[in-house]
């Protein structure tokens, strides 16, 4: 009987005490407030060489787009760096149908290579290998652009996709 009557007053005491030593609010400190600007994005332009627009351009032309830089600039001419982009190759491929049957034909499909970039224009592994590669019927897109202004605001840029005739 002494255990419980100790066992209950010090639990009674414990419940107590946490009361006791509750910790009190204080009272929240004003912080200061900046004010937000706001900012309205300019509408951008993506550009590869001298096309700004989603075209069909020769395998010879497309040579020589695939090793130029990606260009973002606004409707004033103001030019914006590149924060990261994604490229897409989608590249023209055959597979054959069954590898049991031996007067299975080839089907055309198309395969695709992709990557997220932070510099432009494209690395030369990947240059080199699309410039060997590349083929009518394929395609370029870059996609997922985005774009820093000079005071570090972050906007996306329009998609641009380059088709090989």
Do not use: C, H
């Not at 049991?100 to 997220?116: A, H, L, M």
């Amino acid at each position: 009987m002494r255990n419980f009557k100790a066992a209950f007053f010090l639990s009674i005491g414990l419940i107590v005490s946490q009361f006791l030593f509750a910790q009190q609010k204080k009272a929240a400190k004003k912080e200061e407030i900046i004010p937000v600007t706001k900012f309205k994005a300019p509408k951008l332009q993506t550009a590869i060489g001298k096309y700004k627009d989603s075209v069909s351009v020769s395998v010879d032309e497309a040579i020589k787009l695939i090793g130029m830089p990606l260009k973002i600039q606004d409707s004033k001419q103001t030019e914006y760096s590149i924060s990261s982009y994604q490229f897409l190759y989608k590249k023209r491929g055959v597979r054959e149908e069954d590898e049991t049957d031996q007067n299975s034909k080839p089907i055309p499909t198309t395969t695709i290579s992709s990557d997220r970039f932070k510099v432009s224009p494209l690395p030369d592994l990947w240059v080199n290998i699309i410039r060997e590669q590349v083929k009518q019927g394929e395609e370029f897109y870059f996609f997922d652009v985005i774009a820093k202004d000079t005071q570090g605001r972050v906007m996306y840029a329009p998609n641009l996709k380059i088709m090989i005739r």
